[in-house]
């Protein structure tokens, strides 16, 4: 069995933060039935590029986020829907949804609501804001967490603050939502009191930000960009190779013994103004006199070429395009890409971080088609027959 073999979970939401914490349970055996308003399904489906399968078609983004789901449709718009909605929550351990905040309340169907129906039940909600507070109610993106957050302030080159290159709040909230579930789900078991998990994409991009908040409550400093530099630790960053870029933290009075002696230059341990890390650390010394040293020795090899040699000694690695990537021997050895499947078209995903030695994860190679499970999901948790499910289809319920 898997670790949650037996837990069911209806989804209500789209795109990414939502999508990939209900993956996430679900790569940990949790039964999924996301759950799609059939005039509006998630409209990551649309996202390009595409799976193509003869004249079938799937977002590779749409199947990367939902592998291991069922799906079915249902409107939450139609009163029907919503009774139907309440019936499946009564046979559920959670509900997840991504709205923006009260939607949930004004269709009848929010914590509140559900809860009398299932006393146990842990109903996730993540949104931009949170659900209360008096940005609650403002419709919000991964960016509007990071702006806020002060993330967007701090990332960078200096003099030109640059949004992070993923959606680092969606994903952010994504892994907060999954440990508050699962925690929420925990405590049901064990008290038969289920609870309301509140996650908002403006907490979790805050809590990504570092040392930031006390570097100004305690030392009273605003950070700013730095780039590929850290504002404590040289030399920690970027530094220029024969063919491209390597990130090395060599700081550390060890690390720095090792490189110096690798690269034929002991004698600089003797150095007054740089045998010790705090010298090193200090800007005007590092940019005089020891990144000069490390860019002259970098630029005589290969990217490569310098993992190769030094990544088991100090900290050095290649930094990777994603074509590279894909290639990497550690990543393949610990099944980080998976196949993807369509058909008879596969394509490679990333596969799960969770490795469990009692319970290991073996993630579903595929995601469903809109509705793909109606059949057989309304007819176990309501006991509709195909007839019940057509007459629903034609009046816009299903």
């Keep these: 069995m898997k670790p949650l073999e037996g837990v069911t979970i209806l989804d209500l939401t789209r795109v990414v933060a939502g999508p990939y914490s209900t993956m996430i349970l679900s790569d940990l055996g949790a039964r999924v039935i996301k759950i799609e308003n059939p005039n509006d399904p998630d409209y990551t ?9 003869g004249e079938k078609r799937m977002s590779a983004s749409f199947l990367q986020y939902n592998r291991n789901k069922e799906a079915i449709t249902l409107n939450l718009k139609e009163p029907e829907g919503k009774a139907i909605f309440k019936e499946l929550v009564k046979k559920a351990d959670i509900v997840f949804e991504n709205y923006r905040a009260g ?47 002060g993330l967007w302030s701090i990332n960078g080159m200096p003099g030109s603050p640059t949004r992070i290159g993923t959606i680092i709040g969606d994903e952010a909230a994504t892994f907060f939502a999954t440990i508050g579930t699962l925690s929420a789900y925990i405590h049901a078991q064990n008290t038969g009191e289920g609870q ?3 996650v908002a994409q403006l907490d979790s991009s805050l809590a990504l930000t570092e040392y930031a908040v006390v570097n100004y409550t305690v030392g ?10 850290h504002n404590l630790c040289r030399p920690y960053g970027m530094f220029e190779t024969k063919d491209g870029h390597v990130f090395f933290g060599g700081y550390t009075d060890r690390f720095w013994k090792t490189t110096c002696e690798y690269f034929g230059e002991p004698e600089l341990l003797n150095d007054s103004e740089i045998d010790t890390m ?50 990497d021997p550690q990543l393949n050895y610990r099944n980080m890409f998976i196949d993807g499947k369509y058909g008879d078209t596969s394509v490679k995903v990333f596969g799960t971080p969770i490795k469990m030695s009692g319970t290991p994860l073996e993630p579903s190679q595929r995601a469903p088609e809109i509705g793909e499970n109606n059949a057989e999901i309304y007819e176990e948790f309501l006991g509709y027959d195909e007839k019940k499910l057509e007459e629903l289809h034609q009046r816009g319920v299903l």
């Excluded at 129906?117 to 403002?138: C, D, M």
Aim: hydrophobic share 35%; aromatic share 10%; charged share 25%.
């Design 220 to 229: 009273g400093q605003v950070q700013k960009p730095l780039g590929n530099d």
């Design 103 to 149: 939607i949930m309340d004004k269709l009848g169907l929010g914590y509140q609501d559900l809860k009398e129906l299932n006393p146990k039940l842990v109903y996730t909600a993540i949104s931009g804001f949170g659900q209360s507070g008096p940005y609650s109610s403002w419709p919000a993106y991964d960016n509007s967490g990071q702006a806020l957050s």
């Design 278 to 327: 705090p010298k090193r650390f200090i800007l005007e010394t590092y940019n005089r006199k020891v990144l000069p040293k490390i860019n002259e020795w970098f630029s005589r090899y290969t990217s490569q070429e310098l993992q190769d040699a030094l990544a088991d000694k100090v900290p050095l690695t290649s930094i990777n395009s994603m074509d590279k990537v894909l290639e």
């Design 196 to 198: 309301l998990v509140d």
């Design 45 to 53: 489906r649309a996202f390009t590029p595409y799976i193509v399968d």
